[in-house]
């Protein structure tokens, strides 16, 4: 064995440390579900960041372009830009945390809706939820089996313990500054790979030569169209996708618990408006390109979801390929951990808390905890069973969380925005949109999810119209969280993002985007660093 390989191991181990620590200060459920409402910019962006960026985009996502060009971009650009309508209901979303005991997104369905809503949510959600777990747990056992040669369960059963003990002790804080180191390894990893993987293609010319000629020297090594950005993708495929990841990036229960989370309003719209530039654009061009690269370097992969790990060793220095390796490793992690964690929640909160509560029965700050550690462990077993059993990343994340998507996503954003939903009409949206996702899976329909939002949409409003119901807290939503310098920032954002893809478009203006994609991840990286330094003064602005 490689005396490289004591990087990943110490890095395992000092996930575990962390969790240890901050076990010390989970003295309450605000402590444990949503870090006491006090998250710092840097941190908050490192854990949304991570929780959806793991091994399921890293390797689920270049393996996808690996094998079908890079066209597919288009997954990681539809799933980017599901943060614009995260930027337009996360203030709402934290303005509702901030006057009601809310840690989970059935919580909030309750005080929308009523106790049923919440329990149905809490179904859906925990399908989506186990799924991404599951992806991510079956990641780190291609990432260790395609890198070290372990065999890939004793990989996935291995690192699920060490993640499942990290996060039963740390809680939300916990996954969030671990999240925070993986994804400084992470983003650094990528920048490495794509400069390296650029610079290598033509060893024969200089660095800034390779960067000019890229476009060049990578249609000398690929197959016609293979770099086009539109070639086999339709508008209704893009929506597919779109709708896939909208809920996941938006409306999950690991997203409402980190906009729960930050310290302000105005915390989580702009980073959300961040995040749309990072992973929609940056993180998605240079993903595709590890993909595309990956074709050139490592032409017959027998697994292509190991593209990017594989690549790392190949074109970097082998103590910095593999501490790339261990930020992979790292992503899958973060993703694993924020969803036990918030599946956990759902048995603690959503099932137990709520059952007890029907009862008029209290339920104590340390059984709180208590019972949602005990969920992580059992969540993490069937988890990693899961992982075992399926053969694709890619399958079960996609697959599962179509099913939350179909059945959630139109009643909770009716009940943010249209006072006449009732939870009648959100009852039938949920299972009808759930139940019909389900069915069109099992026919192989390509457009479940959008079959599935479709239904409990129309349902939804045609209940709550023909039924009538008293809803005394509709009120309670019915407000405006977006200002004038939002809009602004908006715009802004938004242009950019409409002339980088029009830039895709057109090879020669590929060296720029490289660089400027390049440029973004290391300010990011740069920021990451900077701002996770507390201040001295609390800057809690409402």
């Known amino acids: 064995m490689s005396i490289t390989y004591i990087v990943p191991i110490i890095y395992l181990i000092l996930m575990l440390i962390i969790g240890f620590i901050l076990s010390r200060k989970q003295q309450s459920r605000s402590d444990f579900y949503v870090a006491s409402n006090q998250m710092n910019s840097s941190v908050l962006f490192a854990t949304i960041f991570s929780t959806v960026v793991g091994a399921n985009t890293y390797m689920g996502f270049s393996g996808e372009v690996y094998e079908l060009g890079f066209s597919h971009i288009w997954m990681l650009v539809a799933?980017?830009?599901?943060?614009?309508?995260?930027f337009f209901i996360s203030g709402k979303i934290r303005h509702i945390a901030k006057y009601h005991e809310v840690f989970t997104l059935p919580d909030m369905m309750e005080v929308r809706y009523s106790r049923s809503v919440a329990i149905w949510t809490t179904i859906f959600s925990f399908i989506g939820l186990i799924g991404g777990?599951?992806?991510?747990?079956l990641g780190i056992g291609i990432i260790l089996n395609s890198t070290l040669g372990i065999d890939t369960n004793l990989a996935i059963?291995?690192?699920?313990?060490?993640?499942?003990?990290?996060?039963?002790f740390g809680g939300l804080m916990g996954v969030a500054w671990t999240d925070w180191a993986q994804s400084v390894i992470m983003v650094l990893g990528l920048i490495l790979v794509v400069i390296f993987g650029i610079i290598l293609i033509e060893p024969n010319l200089g660095p800034v030569e390779s960067f000019t000629n890229v476009t060049d020297s990578l249609s000398s090594h690929l197959e016609s169209g293979q770099l086009s950005f539109i070639k086999g993708v339709t508008f209704f495929i893009v929506m597919g996708w779109w709708l896939t990841f909208l809920p996941l990036n938006t409306i999950s229960q690991t997203s409402i618990q980190r906009v729960y989370s930050a310290k302000s309003e105005k915390v989580i719209k702009r980073i959300s408006l961040l995040m749309v530039i990072f992973v929609g654009l940056f993180m998605s061009f240079a993903l595709a390109l590890v993909g595309i690269m990956g074709k050139i370097y490592l032409p017959d992969l027998d697994n292509p979801e190991a593209v990017f790990p594989l690549l790392a060793l190949e074109v970097v220095n082998p103590w910095v390929g593999?501490?790339?390796?261990?930020?992979?490793?790292?992503?899958?992690?973060?993703?694993?951990?924020?969803?036990l964690l918030g599946a956990s929640i759902h048995i603690?909160?959503?099932?137990?808390?709520?059952y007890k509560k029907g009862r008029d029965e209290a339920v104590s700050e340390e059984q709180g905890i208590k019972l949602s550690r005990w969920a992580i462990v059992t969540?993490?077993?069937i988890s990693t069973i899961a992982a075992i059993l399926t053969p694709s990343i890619m399958d079960l994340l996609v697959g599962t969380m179509q099913i939350f998507g179909g059945a959630t996503f139109a009643p909770i954003i009716a009940g943010l925005y249209w006072k006449r939903a009732n939870s009648n009409g959100a009852l039938a949206g949920i299972i009808l949109g759930g139940s019909s996702t389900i069915l069109a899976q099992v026919l192989n329909s390509e457009y479940a999810v959008i079959i599935g939002v479709i239904i409990s949409l129309v349902s939804l409003v045609i209940v709550s119209i023909f039924t009538k119901e008293e809803n005394t807290l509709s009120h309670v939503f019915d407000f405006k969280s977006i200002t004038n310098k939002d809009y602004i920032a908006l715009s802004f954002v938004l242009l950019f993002f409409v002339l980088f893809l029009l830039g895709l478009t057109s090879l020669s203006l590929w060296p720029i985007l490289i660089i400027l994609a390049l440029a973004g991840m290391t300010f990011a990286l740069i920021m990451m660093l900077i701002l996770v330094i507390p201040k001295k003064e609390d800057d809690n602005t409402k």
């Open 79 to 86: 799933a980017g830009s599901a943060y614009y309508v995260l």
């Open 133 to 137: 777990a599951g992806g991510s747990i």
């Open 157 to 168: 059963l291995i690192t699920a313990v060490i993640t499942i003990v990290y996060t039963t």
């Open 322 to 339: 593999i501490i790339i390796v261990t930020g992979i490793l790292g992503a899958a992690m973060s993703t694993v951990d924020s969803n």
């Open 348 to 354: 603690s909160r959503d099932v137990y808390e709520r």
């Open 379 to 381: 969540l993490g077993v």
